[in-house]
């Protein structure tokens, strides 16, 4: 393995839970349904959730065989700008909780106003204060690095993701990089993020990304998506595409409506961090460092 166990929290988690995915227990509540998303879409999914997992990885030369732009370490964030030029992608990929310091960062909960490079206009928009401190140790590296890269190749879109502490760095990224470089083709794409802020924020990343081009994936009763209640002040922003149900598919993932949907994730108490949050769209999250060699 590329990445110290010894110091990651989600990795031991992984590594006791991994061998006993394949026949998870779901918990009442989920039930058959006859939605499902266009194969398109579900494969996009499935092509970030590796970008996202490969982020773990302490080194990544070739994230998914693909050409390393920048990587990002400064304090405990850390994550990669890659260029897949068969696609015509930039894409940017930060790493999740992997270290007892990023447990930290997820528990100052605290919403404070959103700062960060770039971005202005957010009226009373607030955030989570540990992800944006995490990520504005990055926020100048990140724009930098694709600005360089739009410089030379105006045509690319961009393409921002993460799993769970990483989603909600994204979702920061995300509307920095959109305030940055206005007229680029960006999408989001996070895997078990948690709330990452206020109404507000909400309303602000649905406005700035438009709803269209964000994908927030949650498989079946991950509980980290819904750990930060309403009730303290955070609510989701849409899309959220629900894995409901086993095989992931594309049949069995849902487009959910607005960024609480009563009837998708929402419907399942959180049990926080647990086996549905380790695998997303059959990858198990930081357990596969070929993803930085070969896609």
Known sequence: MLFNLGSSLLALLSLHVYGSVALPV??????????????????????????????????CPRPLGNTLVKSLNKGNTEGFVARDDGRKEIVVSLRGTFSIPDALTDLKILLTPLKSVGITD???????FGFLEAYNLVASDVIAAVKGQLASRPSYSVVVTGHSLGGALASLAAVSLKAAVPSANLKLYTYGQPRVGDPAFASLVESRLGVPNIFRAVHTYDGVPTFLLGSIGYRHFANEFWNFQEPPSAKNTRQCSGGEDASCS???????????????????????????IAG
Do not use: W
Not at 29 to 57: C, H, P
Not at 122 to 128: P, R
């Open 122 to 128: 957010v009226g009373s928009a607030k955030v989570h």
């Open 26 to 59: 779901v918990p009442v509540g989920l039930e058959s349904r006859a939605d499902g998303i266009a194969q398109s879409t579900y494969d996009n999914l499935v092509r970030y959730a590796k970008f996202s997992s490969a982020a773990y990885q302490l080194v």
């Open 266 to 292: 929402k419907s399942i108490p959180s049990t926080f961090i647990n086996p549905a949050h380790i695998l997303y769209f059959g990858q198990p999250m930081a357990l596969n460092p070929l993803l930085c």
